[in-house]
């Protein structure tokens, strides 16, 4: 492979939509072993997991590993996709850049494992109610915190490119048209159109929801007798999200939704295609190709 790319995302749902977009442009699915993972990836991924101090660990954080999510590859280029959600995995981030970026070296005589591997590293993150130009600030931030030496003309633009000490660093923001919003504004659409009547019964069914049993009920023994309580705050509902999960269950039983974004066809290959905002995430792509 001549290029490696780290996708950075905020969660599970990017990675998969950003998995389908890269599939409409001819990547398939990199399916190696990790020892078999081009040189020095596949002993990253591996040191990844093994720096991880197991017995400090609660069950819960092992799904929240630093590995990639997916692995896509086309000629000879490599994505690797990761779900390292948004300010608070900041380290794993901080981790990943670090460790990539000894791999450059930064005089005449150094020697590289990769001298002649092109690395980059794609932020995707939602604009939410920052917008884009704000959200590019923050990306812009966290690399100066990591050690990147950025100019101010640097991120002023979304799926800006940038080569910073022999790495290209991108980011690009999902927003509506009024630069505010993120992945479901662009995703849910998609998948209503030609499917509208599905989604609208899964909107009716979803006005059953009741905000009094939101908060989890918790079952526990308390003075010698089992009860149950609800506790905690409450639970945040998400209707965007939860419409693709109703309506994906005619597709994909009982999947979660990274999996009815993966495969079901409410995102085809039309639809891709001519969607003004997946096309500026496959020129975005298209750029470290």
């Known amino acids: 492979m001549q290029k490696i790319v780290f996708v950075l995302c905020e969660g599970p749902h990017d990675v998969a939509f950003l998995y389908r977009i890269l599939k409409t442009i001819g990547f398939k699915n990199y399916t190696e072993k990790i020892k078999d993972f081009p040189p020095p990836i596949n002993d990253f991924i591996v040191s990844s997991v093994k720096q991880i101090d197991i017995n400090e660990m609660k069950l819960d954080d092992i799904r929240n590993r630093p590995i990639p999510s997916e692995a896509v590859f086309k ?17 794993v981030r901080k981790g990943i850049i670090e460790k ?32 884009i130009l704000r959200r590019l600030d923050e990306v812009k931030q966290e690399l100066a915190e990591f050690g990147c030496p950025i100019s101010p003309d640097y991120f002023r633009q979304n799926g800006s490119i940038h080569i910073i000490n022999k790495i290209t660093y991108g980011a690009y923001i999902f927003a509506k048209d009024d630069d505010k919003g993120k992945l479901e504004d662009i ?21 059953l929801k009741d905000d009094s049993r939101l908060k989890k009920l918790e079952i526990k023994k308390e003075n010698g007798e089992i009860t149950e309580v609800r506790t905690g705050d409450k639970m945040k509902f998400d209707l965007p999200k939860s419409e693709i999960c109703v309506a994906g269950q005619l597709q994909n039983s009982g999947k979660s939704n990274v999996v009815i974004i993966k495969d079901c066809d409410y995102l085809n290959l ?20």
């Open 75 to 91: 000629d000879e280029s490599l994505f690797l996709l990761y779900s390292v959600h948004g300010d608070s995995k900041k380290p």
């Open 187 to 207: 995703l849910v659409p998609m998948m209503k159109a030609d499917n509208q009547e599905i989604f609208d019964k899964a909107t009716e069914y979803l006005q």
């Open 100 to 131: 990539i970026s000894q791999w450059i070296p930064y005089d005449s005589d150094g020697i590289s494992p990769l001298e002649s591997i092109n690395l980059s590293v794609l932020y995707f993150f939602d604009a939410d109610q920052k917008g």
């Open 270 to 289: 039309e639809k891709i295609r001519n969607s003004r905002k997946c096309q500026e995430i496959t020129e975005f792509f298209k750029k470290i190709l």
